[in-house]
């Protein structure tokens, strides 16, 4: 009898969630697509503090070392650690990928594992990051299980943060699949009227924000403050948006999630947002408008919120 494979894949969780690290959702083994040899796993994941012990993203498996998949944030700085059990080793994968992620930043992370190609991938924003490559291909397999998947806390607690978007494949997503889900999820997505965004200084990766501090240096000064609000609409509150890359692969012009751009004062024909990299007393950084130096530090990311 002739087998053919057949390609499966479920979201799991759409919108996004909030999480603690004791919250925890959860998934039988028997609502997952089936998978025979191989799997991967697609999310969106904002954490909004680190913890002090390990933290769980997802781990599938009932027991603490029944884990394939299962993918870890380290203790204190949040590194990615991606494991899966094998017939050799219950506790295989990679230890720790970079400095960790950043707090209160959108990432997008794809975990994909093969027994045929013995190798673990790990990719972030659709970047290739990380890989696991079993040495003994002959004796050495990766051991699937039946258990459920969890998605926060398991046998560890979970994360402090929120998550979107989770899907689970029944095949290795190749790098071009992986980059094809991150622009539908985290790319793909115009900027409309009525669309709720935070802009994100890209040197830094600092959100723009405001603590209603109110600076005076002066009445002729006004237009160089850090913020200022006004009541009246005048011609000193035109702006120009230029977008300095478009990494979609049509341009209709419009204002897309993800888009770097800079926001240029049409008075002056200043690149007039403008932060450095020197932080205040309280881990923050002043944001002025008089749209001197480096260009890096005029740039400010999209992200729909």
Known sequence: MIKFAVKEWAELISDPISFGETDQRSFKHTDL???????????????????????????????????????FLTANKSALHARFTGNWNRNAGINEL???????????????????????DIYIDGEWTGFYCIQDVKTQKVAFNDGPLYIGRACHNG??????????????????????DFFHKFQKKPIVYGSRIALVHVSTEKYLSTKGIKYYIGPQNQQYMVVTLCQDI?????????????????????????DIIGLFHINTNKPALYSHPIL?????QEVSCYGEGDEKYNKWRIELI
Do not use: C
């Open 98 to 120: 970079g400095d960790g992620l950043l707090l209160n930043k959108w990432y997008h992370l794809t975990y994909t594992l093969s027994d045929p190609e013995k190798r673990l």
């Open 159 to 180: 994360f402090n943060g929120e998550i979107s978007n989770v899907r689970y494949f029944n095949w290795r997503l190749s790098p071009e699949e992986v980059k094809e």
């Open 33 to 71: 697509p089936a998978v025979n040899d191989k799997l991967s796993l697609t999310l969106r994941l904002k954490l909004r503090r680190h913890s002090s012990d390990w933290a769980v993203i997802f781990q599938k498996g009932t027991e603490h070392f029944i884990r394939t998949p299962a993918l």
């Open 234 to 258: 005048n011609h000193g509150d035109d702006w120009l948006i230029r977008r300095y890359n478009s990494t979609i692969s049509y341009d209709t012009g419009h204002l897309m999630n993800g």
């Open 280 to 284: 205040l007393g309280d881990g923050t």
